[in-house]
């Protein structure tokens, strides 16, 4: 640390040396990410309130009314207006917070020494970090040959230490929407948790369902699902950190809340004290301003391009995992592993992803990708592939 500090210029010069090695969305090449450009009036709302503190809201009542509506609003577009919640920092946290509650509503109704949770095989990193956190077992449900979750083998794993199932209503790796109506009729009938994990797909489902997609509930319509995580940090095109964690019902806040002494809210639910206001800001400003049709719109065009690279990488000869559902396409080329096509894509200036279950080179149709930067990826891998034989 050096005793004289710098003036503002030369602060933000030595900034922008560091930036310049960042990738930019804008670019194109970003093809394995499920973050996107921030909308510019999500992200002015987003400055405007830097110095909210959702942490204190007796301070901040205006904020505080802002991340209520927020919650109601997406409640309507999840089937459940009166939902309960918080805007948060992403959906690991919000998943956190859902398993947090359902492992506290057990120990009050049904009490076991072996806590553990069912989720997918296919479900996020961030339940193993859960698990981890907050004592529980991690009980893996097989897949089926779709990808979602096996029922039977969620049966099978179903016990007296049961505390929660989970299910992925758009998987991280492929895009699949698990049956949540079954895991609701399943859960309900065993008294069980369920949590749905609507991260990615919380903003694009419902959409694509009002456009006529044939999707099968997910939210809160289905009796059994208790809470659901939606990230409007992904498809909701907000600024980072934005996820939001919705509860059917009071109680499940109430069960995991703490009494704050020197703030102005008696009890506080988050996990995180000090939180920023601008996120439930930039939430609210971008539902406003996009409405469901402005969602729908980029719900089509980015199905449009998923589409579209479906159809190239089919007809140049590479093969599909399955069938999009969502906005990402996962493929092989039945001659490059994909750790190797992924280097050597890199080599070229994409940056793609690649699936662990199964392995292959994964890309997620953000709205920052487009028709013409699917154009020059397919001349570069068809390069690739050629050059392989
Ligand atoms: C992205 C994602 C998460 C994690 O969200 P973060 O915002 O990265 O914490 C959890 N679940 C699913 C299904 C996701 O796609």
Not at 4 to 30: A, H, T, W
Not at 126 to 144: N, P, R, T, V, Y
Not at 315 to 330: H, Q, T, Y
Request: aromatic fraction near 8%.
């Amino acid at each position: 640390m050096d005793r004289k500090g710098l003036s503002p210029g030369l602060v933000f010069d030595k900034l922008k040396k560091f930036q310049e090695n960042d990738m930019d969305y804008k670019s194109g090449r970003i093809l394995g990410s499920m973050c996107t450009c921030a909308h510019p009036v999500a992200k002015k709302a987003y400055c405007d309130f830097l110095e909210s503190n959702l942490g204190d809201p007796g301070l901040f009542k205006g904020t505080k009314a802002l991340e209520d509506e927020v919650i109601s609003l997406l409640g309507s577009f999840l089937g459940c207006k009166s939902a309960y919640g918080h805007v948060i920092t992403g959906g690991t946290e919000g998943n956190l917070m859902a398993i947090r509650a359902a492992r506290n509503m057990a120990r009050i109704n049904s009490p076991t020494s072996s806590p553990e949770i069912i989720v997918p095989k296919s479900a996020h990193f961030s339940f193993k970090k859960a698990a981890d956190i907050l004592g529980l077992k991690l009980m893996e449900a097989e897949l089926d040959e779709n990808y979602k979750i096996d029922l039977d083998s969620v049966q099978e794993l179903i016990s007296s230490r049961t505390v929660a199932v989970v299910g992925v209503a758009g998987t991280t790796e492929l895009g699949k929407v698990d049956p949540i109506g079954e895991l609701s009729r399943i859960c309900n009938e065993k008294n069980i948790y369920l949590h749905v994990d609507a991260a990615f797909g919380g903003f694009i489902i419902p959409f694509l369902k009002e456009m006529g997609f044939k999707i099968p509930e997910f939210n809160f319509k289905l009796s059994g699902v208790s809470s659901i995580t939606v990230d409007p940090h992904k498809l909701g095109l907000t600024p980072i950190p934005t996820g939001c964690i919705l509860f059917r019902e009071k109680k499940f806040l109430d069960v995991m809340s703490i009494e704050t002494p020197y703030l102005t809210e008696k009890q506080q639910s988050t996990i995180v004290g000090t939180r920023t206001g601008a996120s439930a800001a930039a939430t609210w400003a971008i539902l406003k301003y996009m409405g469901k049709e402005g969602y729908m719109k980029i719900a089509s065009s980015t199905m449009e391009v998923t589409n579209f690279l479906a159809r190239e990488l089919t007809s140049s000869g590479f093969e599909l995992v399955s069938e999009p559902e969502l906005n990402i396409v996962a493929f092989n080329s039945g001659k490059i592993p994909a750790k190797e096509l992924s280097t050597k894509l890199k080599q070229k200036g994409w940056v793609v992803s690649v699936s662990a279950c199964p392995p292959a080179i994964r890309i997620v149709l953000m709205p920052h990708i487009r028709k013409e930067h699917i154009v020059e990826f397919m001349d570069d891998l068809k390069s690739i592939q050629k050059s392989a034989l």
